[in-house]
């Protein structure tokens, strides 16, 4: 069993509750809230008795094994230290920190206490992501991959009204890219390592983040188009395109139909089952480490997040987005 701690009491803690429940040796054995009110109610919906409002505490106590935070993006990396110092497991929501700076510091503290830390990233841990991964070579010579995640975001209306929230404000990491182009970006780095150059282009909100953007990256033999926004939808499927066919992927952030479709215009299903509480995957991965003494996802490993936190790094310094944990 692996009893868990969560830092955040907003939906997506909620997505990820559902979705390790369904794993025989999750446990939820503790809520952190910055005031014990919300702390108090989120714990009562799951029955969970204890509750801090202390990072510090709950970090040195000996009620949990393993933290998934789900903080906003610029309070990943300080978070994240303060539990793995105290030998906590940490599975931190995406993006994994700020920057690479974070990032390299979070690895490092990992390392010392010889605790597990993973990305959150939950599409490239899925079933019809490894349907993908085992059927590439049936397309030949991969020549592009092509990524769209364009979602409205119900916080851009407010956005407009004057009213600027945790999403588009720079001083908690945030942004198109950070918080959804990453989606696009983490599944090409674990199929096809680290691009040799990358142009990025964005437009920026007068708050100082990125409404949305696209990225074009260069590898030996091909290129990835990226395309992502917060102010816009897009119903595009993504797709990777060989010389004998291409792979078409409903949907490149939570993968539920992917098919094959061969030049000679013949299809071939690759779609398996999953979980609707798509989450369980990722808890899946997680626990599995912990439990066969671990420290890397092959997946989620920290060289994939590295290599995607680089990305991130370049695409925001060309798009001219800066955040106060640059500084």
Not at 7 to 16: A, D, K, L, P
Not at 56 to 64: F, L, N
Not at 230 to 244: A, C, N, R
Request: glycine residues 8%; hydrophobic residues 40%.
């Amino acid at each position: 069993m692996v009893r868990f701690g969560v830092v955040g009491t907003n939906w997506i803690t909620e997505s990820f509750i559902k979705g390790a429940s369904h794993h025989k040796d999750f446990k939820l054995a503790a809520v952190y809230s910055r005031t014990e009110g919300r702390a108090a109610e989120f714990a009562g919906k799951f029955g969970v008795d204890a509750i801090f409002t202390d990072l510090e505490e709950m970090a040195k106590s000996d009620a949990i094994d393993a933290v998934y935070l789900a903080s906003p993006n610029s309070l990943h990396a300080s978070q994240a230290i303060t539990l793995m110092e105290n030998g906590k497991h940490v599975l931190c929501e995406k993006a994994i920190a700020s920057n690479s700076r974070e990032l390299n510091d979070m690895v490092r503290v990992a390392k010392e206490n010889k605790v597990v830390l993973m990305e959150a990233l939950k599409s490239t841990l899925m079933p019809n992501f490894k349907t993908v991964q085992e059927n590439l070579g049936k397309i030949g010579t991969i020549r592009r991959y092509f990524a769209s995640y364009c979602q409205y975001s119900s916080r851009y209306d407010k956005y407009k009204e004057g009213t600027v929230l945790n999403a588009f404000k720079p001083e908690f990491s945030a942004g198109s890219l950070m918080d959804i182009g990453i989606y696009c970006i983490y599944p090409l780095v674990v199929l096809f390592g680290e691009p040799k150059s990358i142009q990025a282009n964005g437009y920026l909100l007068e708050s100082g983040v990125d409404g949305e953007g696209s990225l074009i990256l260069k590898y030996e033999e091909m290129d990835a188009v990226i395309m992502f926004s917060k102010i816009t939808d897009s119903s595009l499927p993504s797709e990777i395109q060989g010389e004998k066919g291409n792979i078409r992927i409903d949907k490149i952030s939570t993968p539920e139909k992917v098919e094959i479709i061969y030049r000679d215009g013949s299809h071939e299903d690759l779609s398996r089952e999953q979980l609707a509480d798509n989450m369980f995957y990722e808890a899946e991965e997680f626990i599995t480490l912990i439990q066969q003494g671990k420290l890397e996802s092959g997946n989620n490993s920290i060289e994939n997040s590295r290599i995607t936190m680089g990305i991130l790094d370049e695409a925001r310094l060309q798009m001219g987005v800066r955040f106060p944990s640059d500084k």
